[in-house]
């Protein structure tokens, strides 16, 4: 997927992102396309206060539902003892 013609600045996508003190713990996460402020050229995502390298490390969805249906799939739903944040 070739990001940069996907994606523009000022868009708000989801991503699946783990707590960084807790690898155990994920959630959805909304998070905003912007440009990447070490290089102007390339894309970034900004969430919880961070910029993020826009790759394609990165599961990033355009709904909320999309996001959470990938999360279900992969950690289980909340009454199945899934992982959240």
Request: net charge negative.
């Given at each position: 997927?070739?990001?940069?013609?996907?994606?523009?600045?000022?868009?708000?996508?989801?991503?699946?992102?783990?707590?960084?003190?807790?690898?155990d713990v994920a959630?959805?996460?909304?998070?905003?396309?912007?440009?990447?402020?070490?290089?102007?050229?390339?894309?970034?995502?900004?969430?919880?206060?961070?910029?993020f390298p826009f790759?394609?490390?990165?599961?990033?969805?355009k709904t909320e539902?999309?996001?959470?249906?990938?999360?279900?799939?992969?950690?289980?739903?909340?009454?199945?003892?899934?992982?959240?944040?």
């Open positions: 997927m070739d990001i940069n013609q996907t994606f523009t600045p000022g868009d708000v996508v989801y991503i699946i992102i783990r707590n960084p003190h807790a690898q959630q959805v996460q909304q998070a905003a396309v912007v440009k990447n402020p070490e290089n102007p050229t390339e894309l970034a995502l900004f969430a919880h206060e961070n910029y790759t394609d490390e990165f599961a990033v969805f539902s999309e996001a959470e249906q990938v999360f279900y799939e992969a950690f289980g739903s909340p009454e199945e003892g899934g992982f959240y944040g």
